[in-house]
Protein backbone atom coordinates (compact mmCIF):
# COMPACT_ATOMS: atom_id res chain seq x y z
CA UNK A 1 0.00 0.00 0.00
CA UNK A 2 2.67 2.35 0.62
CA UNK A 3 4.03 1.82 -2.79
CA UNK A 4 1.34 2.44 -4.40
CA UNK A 5 1.58 4.41 -7.65
CA UNK A 6 -0.92 7.36 -8.14
CA UNK A 7 -1.12 7.88 -12.07
CA UNK A 8 -2.75 11.23 -12.76
CA UNK A 9 -4.87 10.80 -15.99
CA UNK A 10 -5.42 13.49 -18.02
CA UNK A 11 -8.53 12.73 -19.93
CA UNK A 12 -10.10 12.24 -16.26
CA UNK A 13 -9.70 16.50 -16.61
CA UNK A 14 -11.78 16.64 -19.95
CA UNK A 15 -14.84 18.88 -20.26
CA UNK A 16 -17.49 17.67 -22.93
CA UNK A 17 -19.67 20.20 -24.66
CA UNK A 18 -23.20 19.02 -24.80
CA UNK A 19 -21.86 15.59 -23.47
CA UNK A 20 -19.44 14.51 -26.36
CA UNK A 21 -17.02 17.16 -27.44
CA UNK A 22 -13.96 16.88 -25.62
CA UNK A 23 -13.15 20.54 -25.76
CA UNK A 24 -9.75 20.42 -23.90
CA UNK A 25 -7.93 17.41 -25.26
CA UNK A 26 -9.29 17.36 -28.87
CA UNK A 27 -6.92 20.33 -30.91
CA UNK A 28 -8.50 22.93 -32.72
CA UNK A 29 -12.18 22.39 -30.41
CA UNK A 30 -11.49 25.41 -28.32
CA UNK A 31 -10.98 27.84 -30.13
CA UNK A 32 -13.71 27.13 -32.54
CA UNK A 33 -16.18 27.51 -29.66
CA UNK A 34 -14.90 30.74 -28.43
CA UNK A 35 -15.01 32.11 -31.72
CA UNK A 36 -17.71 30.65 -32.71
CA UNK A 37 -19.81 32.57 -29.59
CA UNK A 38 -17.56 35.58 -30.26
CA UNK A 39 -18.70 35.15 -34.00
CA UNK A 40 -22.63 34.37 -32.62
CA UNK A 41 -22.60 37.99 -30.71
CA UNK A 42 -21.12 40.20 -32.89
CA UNK A 43 -23.25 38.83 -35.95
CA UNK A 44 -26.64 38.87 -33.92
CA UNK A 45 -25.96 42.26 -31.79
CA UNK A 46 -24.88 43.65 -35.67
CA UNK A 47 -28.20 42.66 -36.74
CA UNK A 48 -29.87 43.99 -33.98
CA UNK A 49 -28.34 47.29 -34.28
CA UNK A 50 -28.22 47.39 -38.24
CA UNK A 51 -32.02 46.95 -37.84
CA UNK A 52 -32.42 49.44 -35.11
CA UNK A 53 -34.68 52.50 -36.31
CA UNK A 54 -31.95 54.92 -34.48
CA UNK A 55 -29.55 53.96 -36.24
CA UNK A 56 -29.34 57.26 -37.78
CA UNK A 57 -29.42 58.88 -34.83
CA UNK A 58 -26.27 56.72 -33.57
CA UNK A 59 -24.14 57.64 -36.55
CA UNK A 60 -25.42 61.23 -36.16
CA UNK A 61 -24.04 60.97 -32.21
CA UNK A 62 -20.89 59.53 -33.30
CA UNK A 63 -20.40 61.97 -35.67
CA UNK A 64 -20.45 64.31 -33.11
CA UNK A 65 -17.88 62.17 -30.65
CA UNK A 66 -20.05 63.32 -27.74
CA UNK A 67 -18.74 62.70 -24.43
CA UNK A 68 -22.15 61.27 -23.19
CA UNK A 69 -22.93 59.95 -26.33
CA UNK A 70 -23.34 56.59 -25.25
CA UNK A 71 -25.86 57.68 -22.49
CA UNK A 72 -27.72 59.82 -24.52
CA UNK A 73 -28.11 56.25 -26.97
CA UNK A 74 -29.25 54.55 -23.89
CA UNK A 75 -31.87 57.00 -23.13
CA UNK A 76 -33.03 57.16 -26.49
CA UNK A 77 -33.56 53.15 -26.82
CA UNK A 78 -34.77 52.82 -23.74
CA UNK A 79 -37.52 55.75 -24.83
CA UNK A 80 -38.51 53.85 -28.11
CA UNK A 81 -40.37 50.33 -28.19
CA UNK A 82 -39.89 48.74 -24.28
CA UNK A 83 -41.16 45.85 -25.60
CA UNK A 84 -38.16 44.82 -27.70
CA UNK A 85 -35.70 45.30 -24.60
CA UNK A 86 -37.82 42.33 -22.66
CA UNK A 87 -37.77 40.55 -25.80
CA UNK A 88 -33.85 40.76 -25.56
CA UNK A 89 -33.78 39.18 -21.99
CA UNK A 90 -35.10 35.97 -22.61
CA UNK A 91 -38.55 36.12 -22.64
CA UNK A 92 -41.56 33.75 -23.99
CA UNK A 93 -42.46 36.27 -26.95
CA UNK A 94 -39.99 37.54 -29.60
CA UNK A 95 -40.52 40.13 -31.77
CA UNK A 96 -39.66 39.98 -35.46
CA UNK A 97 -36.25 41.81 -35.51
CA UNK A 98 -35.23 40.34 -32.02
CA UNK A 99 -36.07 36.78 -33.41
CA UNK A 100 -34.42 37.37 -37.23
CA UNK A 101 -31.06 38.87 -35.03
CA UNK A 102 -31.56 35.66 -33.05
CA UNK A 103 -31.49 33.45 -36.05
CA UNK A 104 -28.52 35.36 -37.07
CA UNK A 105 -26.83 35.30 -34.01
CA UNK A 106 -27.20 31.33 -34.59
CA UNK A 107 -26.50 30.97 -38.16
CA UNK A 108 -23.32 32.85 -37.15
CA UNK A 109 -22.01 30.92 -34.11
CA UNK A 110 -22.31 27.42 -36.59
CA UNK A 111 -20.81 29.41 -39.57
CA UNK A 112 -18.05 31.26 -37.60
CA UNK A 113 -17.22 27.67 -35.89
CA UNK A 114 -17.16 25.72 -38.58
CA UNK A 115 -15.06 27.92 -40.68
CA UNK A 116 -12.33 28.31 -37.65
CA UNK A 117 -12.61 24.58 -37.15
CA UNK A 118 -11.72 24.19 -41.20
CA UNK A 119 -8.94 26.20 -41.24
CA UNK A 120 -7.59 25.53 -38.17
CA UNK A 121 -7.71 21.62 -39.05
CA UNK A 122 -5.83 22.83 -42.45
CA UNK A 123 -3.31 24.47 -40.64
CA UNK A 124 -2.70 21.50 -38.19
CA UNK A 125 -2.43 19.07 -40.96
CA UNK A 126 0.14 20.73 -42.65
CA UNK A 127 2.01 21.23 -39.13
CA UNK A 128 1.66 17.40 -38.59
CA UNK A 129 3.16 16.93 -42.59
CA UNK A 130 5.63 19.26 -41.73
CA UNK A 131 6.47 17.36 -38.76
CA UNK A 132 6.66 14.01 -40.15
CA UNK A 133 9.00 15.36 -43.50
CA UNK A 134 11.32 16.80 -40.39
CA UNK A 135 11.31 13.23 -38.52
CA UNK A 136 12.24 11.44 -42.14
CA UNK A 137 15.11 14.19 -42.72
CA UNK A 138 16.55 13.86 -39.16
CA UNK A 139 16.54 10.10 -39.43
CA UNK A 140 18.28 10.23 -43.14
CA UNK A 141 20.66 12.71 -41.57
CA UNK A 142 21.78 10.42 -39.01
CA UNK A 143 21.76 7.28 -41.58
CA UNK A 144 24.03 8.63 -44.15
CA UNK A 145 26.13 11.88 -42.75
CA UNK A 146 29.33 11.67 -43.59
CA UNK A 147 29.29 8.42 -46.28
CA UNK A 148 28.76 8.98 -50.20
CA UNK A 149 24.97 9.10 -50.29
CA UNK A 150 24.87 12.50 -48.11
CA UNK A 151 24.10 15.25 -50.29
CA UNK A 152 26.12 17.76 -48.57
CA UNK A 153 29.07 16.25 -49.13
CA UNK A 154 28.43 16.33 -52.53
CA UNK A 155 27.86 19.80 -52.61
CA UNK A 156 31.04 20.41 -50.88
CA UNK A 157 32.59 18.78 -53.22
CA UNK A 158 31.78 20.55 -56.11
CA UNK A 159 32.68 23.12 -54.34
CA UNK A 160 36.04 22.59 -54.16
CA UNK A 161 36.12 21.14 -57.76
CA UNK A 162 34.43 25.31 -58.41
CA UNK A 163 37.80 27.07 -56.95
CA UNK B 1 -4.52 0.00 -22.96
CA UNK B 2 -7.96 1.61 -21.85
CA UNK B 3 -8.09 3.11 -18.11
CA UNK B 4 -10.93 1.79 -15.99
CA UNK B 5 -13.12 4.87 -17.09
CA UNK B 6 -12.12 5.51 -20.12
CA UNK B 7 -14.84 7.40 -23.11
CA UNK B 8 -12.37 7.78 -25.56
CA UNK B 9 -9.97 6.39 -27.88
CA UNK B 10 -7.06 4.91 -26.62
CA UNK B 11 -3.64 7.23 -28.18
CA UNK B 12 -2.78 6.26 -31.38
CA UNK B 13 0.36 4.06 -32.27
CA UNK B 14 -0.12 3.77 -36.47
CA UNK B 15 -1.01 6.71 -38.90
CA UNK B 16 -4.26 5.19 -39.81
CA UNK B 17 -5.18 4.97 -36.09
CA UNK B 18 -3.83 9.23 -35.88
CA UNK B 19 -6.07 9.49 -39.31
CA UNK B 20 -9.39 7.91 -37.65
CA UNK B 21 -8.88 10.36 -34.50
CA UNK B 22 -8.51 13.27 -36.67
CA UNK B 23 -11.52 12.51 -38.27
CA UNK B 24 -13.50 11.62 -35.43
CA UNK B 25 -12.67 14.79 -33.87
CA UNK B 26 -14.01 16.04 -37.34
CA UNK B 27 -17.36 14.43 -37.33
CA UNK B 28 -17.83 15.45 -33.74
CA UNK B 29 -17.52 19.17 -34.02
CA UNK B 30 -20.32 18.59 -37.16
CA UNK B 31 -22.46 17.09 -34.97
CA UNK B 32 -21.93 20.12 -32.76
CA UNK B 33 -22.95 22.25 -35.50
CA UNK B 34 -25.89 19.89 -36.19
CA UNK B 35 -27.45 19.60 -32.59
CA UNK B 36 -26.87 23.70 -31.57
CA UNK B 37 -29.09 24.03 -34.77
CA UNK B 38 -31.46 21.42 -33.55
CA UNK B 39 -31.40 22.47 -30.03
CA UNK B 40 -32.24 25.64 -31.26
CA UNK B 41 -35.15 25.33 -33.38
CA UNK B 42 -36.42 23.30 -30.18
CA UNK B 43 -36.45 26.02 -28.15
CA UNK B 44 -37.83 28.14 -30.85
CA UNK B 45 -41.11 25.67 -31.29
CA UNK B 46 -41.53 25.78 -27.74
CA UNK B 47 -41.75 29.77 -27.36
CA UNK B 48 -43.04 30.40 -31.10
CA UNK B 49 -47.46 30.68 -31.31
CA UNK B 50 -48.61 28.06 -33.24
CA UNK B 51 -49.77 29.30 -36.87
CA UNK B 52 -50.48 27.58 -40.23
CA UNK B 53 -50.43 30.48 -42.52
CA UNK B 54 -47.94 29.33 -44.63
CA UNK B 55 -48.48 28.04 -47.85
CA UNK B 56 -45.59 27.39 -49.68
CA UNK B 57 -42.19 27.74 -48.36
CA UNK B 58 -39.74 27.30 -51.52
CA UNK B 59 -36.95 29.06 -49.27
CA UNK B 60 -36.73 26.83 -46.17
CA UNK B 61 -36.73 23.71 -48.70
CA UNK B 62 -34.50 24.68 -50.45
CA UNK B 63 -32.25 25.53 -47.46
CA UNK B 64 -33.09 22.32 -45.80
CA UNK B 65 -32.14 20.40 -48.96
CA UNK B 66 -28.76 21.90 -49.82
CA UNK B 67 -27.68 22.04 -45.97
CA UNK B 68 -27.90 18.16 -45.42
CA UNK B 69 -26.27 17.81 -48.73
CA UNK B 70 -23.47 19.86 -47.57
CA UNK B 71 -23.22 18.11 -44.56
CA UNK B 72 -22.73 14.29 -46.25
CA UNK B 73 -19.93 16.08 -48.11
CA UNK B 74 -18.46 17.51 -45.38
CA UNK B 75 -18.49 13.83 -43.71
CA UNK B 76 -18.18 11.96 -47.27
CA UNK B 77 -14.97 13.49 -48.28
CA UNK B 78 -12.38 12.25 -45.71
CA UNK B 79 -14.32 9.25 -44.43
CA UNK B 80 -13.66 7.82 -48.11
CA UNK B 81 -10.50 9.00 -47.75
CA UNK B 82 -9.21 7.29 -44.97
CA UNK B 83 -11.58 4.38 -46.36
CA UNK B 84 -8.70 3.65 -49.30
CA UNK B 85 -6.09 4.83 -46.74
CA UNK B 86 -6.76 1.73 -45.01
CA UNK B 87 -6.96 -0.89 -48.32
CA UNK B 88 -3.69 0.66 -49.51
CA UNK B 89 -1.77 -2.59 -50.47
CA UNK B 90 2.17 -1.90 -50.10
CA UNK B 91 4.42 -4.39 -50.01
CA UNK B 92 4.85 -5.27 -46.45
CA UNK B 93 7.55 -5.94 -44.66
CA UNK B 94 6.32 -8.69 -42.21
CA UNK B 95 3.26 -10.86 -43.30
CA UNK B 96 1.66 -12.60 -39.68
CA UNK B 97 -0.99 -15.05 -39.81
CA UNK B 98 -3.67 -14.79 -36.99
CA UNK B 99 -5.98 -17.92 -36.27
CA UNK B 100 -8.65 -17.64 -33.88
CA UNK B 101 -9.72 -21.02 -32.15
CA UNK B 102 -11.87 -21.66 -29.19
CA UNK B 103 -10.86 -19.89 -26.58
CA UNK B 104 -7.14 -18.64 -28.32
CA UNK B 105 -5.25 -17.08 -31.00
CA UNK B 106 -2.20 -18.81 -32.74
CA UNK B 107 -0.16 -17.31 -34.90
CA UNK B 108 2.55 -17.97 -37.73
CA UNK B 109 5.05 -15.80 -39.51
CA UNK B 110 5.31 -17.23 -43.00
CA UNK B 111 8.36 -15.39 -43.65
CA UNK B 112 10.38 -17.57 -41.50
CA UNK B 113 10.68 -21.38 -41.23
CA UNK B 114 7.98 -22.76 -39.01
CA UNK B 115 7.52 -19.92 -36.90
CA UNK B 116 4.51 -20.71 -34.86
CA UNK B 117 3.03 -20.62 -31.49
CA UNK B 118 -0.58 -20.13 -29.82
CA UNK B 119 -1.27 -17.43 -26.92
CA UNK B 120 -3.22 -17.93 -24.23
CA UNK B 121 -4.78 -15.43 -21.95
CA UNK B 122 -2.94 -15.66 -18.27
CA UNK B 123 -4.97 -16.52 -15.76
CA UNK B 124 -5.36 -14.17 -12.91
CA UNK B 125 -4.63 -16.56 -10.31
CA UNK B 126 -1.05 -16.38 -12.26
CA UNK B 127 -0.72 -13.28 -13.13
CA UNK B 128 2.60 -11.47 -12.07
CA UNK B 129 2.20 -8.33 -9.86
CA UNK B 130 1.59 -4.97 -11.62
CA UNK B 131 0.54 -7.19 -15.21
CA UNK B 132 -3.13 -6.43 -16.63
CA UNK B 133 -5.60 -8.48 -15.43
CA UNK B 134 -7.46 -10.35 -18.52
CA UNK B 135 -5.28 -8.61 -21.33
CA UNK B 136 -2.00 -10.60 -20.55
CA UNK B 137 -0.80 -13.42 -22.69
CA UNK B 138 1.77 -15.94 -23.03
CA UNK B 139 3.41 -15.31 -26.33
CA UNK B 140 3.24 -11.94 -27.72
CA UNK B 141 3.31 -10.96 -31.11
CA UNK B 142 6.40 -9.59 -31.97
CA UNK B 143 6.26 -7.24 -34.35
CA UNK B 144 9.18 -4.94 -35.81
CA UNK B 145 8.70 -1.02 -35.25
CA UNK B 146 8.44 0.93 -38.37
CA UNK B 147 7.57 -1.82 -40.64
CA UNK B 148 4.40 -2.61 -43.12
CA UNK B 149 3.12 -5.52 -41.43
CA UNK B 150 0.53 -7.71 -43.49
CA UNK B 151 -1.97 -9.52 -40.93
CA UNK B 152 -3.94 -12.50 -42.61
CA UNK B 153 -6.87 -13.04 -40.04
CA UNK B 154 -9.18 -16.74 -40.30
CA UNK B 155 -10.53 -18.55 -37.67
CA UNK B 156 -10.43 -22.51 -37.13
CA UNK B 157 -14.14 -23.24 -35.72
CA UNK B 158 -16.68 -20.34 -35.18
CA UNK B 159 -16.38 -16.32 -35.45
CA UNK B 160 -13.96 -14.05 -34.02
CA UNK B 161 -12.40 -10.76 -34.82
CA UNK B 162 -8.47 -9.59 -34.52
CA UNK B 163 -8.30 -6.29 -32.94
CA UNK B 164 -5.83 -3.94 -31.37
CA UNK B 165 -7.62 -0.52 -31.02
CA UNK B 166 -4.80 1.46 -30.44
CA UNK B 167 -3.40 0.37 -33.90
CA UNK B 168 -7.11 0.67 -35.71
CA UNK B 169 -7.07 -2.77 -36.70
CA UNK B 170 -10.11 -4.60 -36.61
CA UNK B 171 -10.47 -7.79 -38.85
CA UNK B 172 -13.23 -10.48 -38.51
CA UNK B 173 -12.11 -14.06 -38.37
CA UNK B 174 -14.22 -16.54 -40.44
CA UNK B 175 -13.98 -20.31 -40.72
CA UNK B 176 -12.90 -21.01 -44.58
CA UNK B 177 -11.97 -17.46 -45.10
CA UNK B 178 -8.91 -15.22 -45.21
CA UNK B 179 -9.39 -11.68 -44.29
CA UNK B 180 -6.37 -9.13 -44.80
CA UNK B 181 -5.59 -6.05 -42.92
CA UNK B 182 -2.30 -4.55 -42.73
CA UNK B 183 -0.70 -1.82 -39.94
CA UNK B 184 2.59 0.30 -38.79
CA UNK B 185 3.49 0.57 -35.49
CA UNK B 186 4.94 4.09 -35.35
CA UNK B 187 6.97 3.58 -31.98
CA UNK B 188 7.77 0.31 -29.38
CA UNK B 189 5.48 -0.77 -27.40
CA UNK B 190 2.62 -3.14 -25.89
CA UNK B 191 -0.86 -2.91 -27.48
CA UNK B 192 -3.22 -4.52 -26.32
CA UNK B 193 -6.44 -5.99 -27.91
CA UNK B 194 -9.46 -8.65 -27.67
CA UNK B 195 -11.18 -11.03 -29.32
CA UNK B 196 -14.64 -8.70 -30.84
CA UNK B 197 -17.04 -11.77 -32.08
CA UNK B 198 -19.02 -13.49 -29.59
CA UNK B 199 -17.54 -17.27 -29.91
CA UNK B 200 -18.54 -18.58 -26.90
CA UNK B 201 -17.73 -19.14 -23.03
CA UNK B 202 -14.46 -17.81 -23.19
CA UNK B 203 -15.40 -15.03 -25.58
CA UNK B 204 -13.44 -12.19 -23.41
CA UNK B 205 -10.57 -14.40 -22.27
CA UNK B 206 -8.68 -14.48 -25.28
CA UNK B 207 -6.50 -10.90 -25.43
CA UNK B 208 -4.17 -10.36 -28.34
CA UNK B 209 -1.30 -8.49 -27.12
CA UNK B 210 1.00 -7.17 -29.84
CA UNK B 211 4.83 -5.92 -29.17
CA UNK B 212 6.51 -3.58 -31.57
CA UNK B 213 10.39 -3.25 -31.08
CA UNK B 214 13.02 -2.17 -33.25
CA UNK B 215 14.02 -4.66 -35.67
CA UNK B 216 17.34 -5.71 -34.64
CA UNK B 217 15.49 -7.02 -30.82
CA UNK B 218 12.77 -8.41 -33.60
CA UNK B 219 15.56 -10.36 -35.07
CA UNK B 220 17.36 -11.45 -32.30
CA UNK B 221 13.14 -12.69 -31.36
CA UNK B 222 12.52 -15.10 -34.27
CA UNK B 223 16.18 -16.71 -34.05
CA UNK B 224 15.75 -17.79 -30.64
CA UNK B 225 12.40 -18.86 -30.72
CA UNK B 226 11.87 -23.11 -31.38
CA UNK B 227 10.16 -24.14 -34.22
Known sequence: ?163 | MANHSQFGFQDASSPIMEELMQFHDHALMVALAICSLVLYLLALMLTEKLSSSTVDAQEIELVWTILPAAVLIMLALPSLRILYMMDEVNEPDLTLKAIGHQWYWSYEYTDFKDLTFDSYMIPTSDLPLGHFRLLEVDHRVIVPTESKVRVIVTADDVLHSWAVPSLGVKTDAIPGRLNQTSFLASRPGVYYGQCSEICGANHSFMPIVVESTPLANFENWSSLLPS
Open chain 1, 1 to 163: MANQLVILNVYDMSFKLLGFLDVKNVPCARESVLYGSLGSLVMGLGHFLATSKYLLLLGFLYYLQEKNSFYLLLGVINNGKSYELFSLSFSFFLSGRVRRSYDVAVGGFICTMLGYWFYCRFNLAQQRIRQRMLQEGMKNRILYEGSYLDPEKEQIGSERSDS
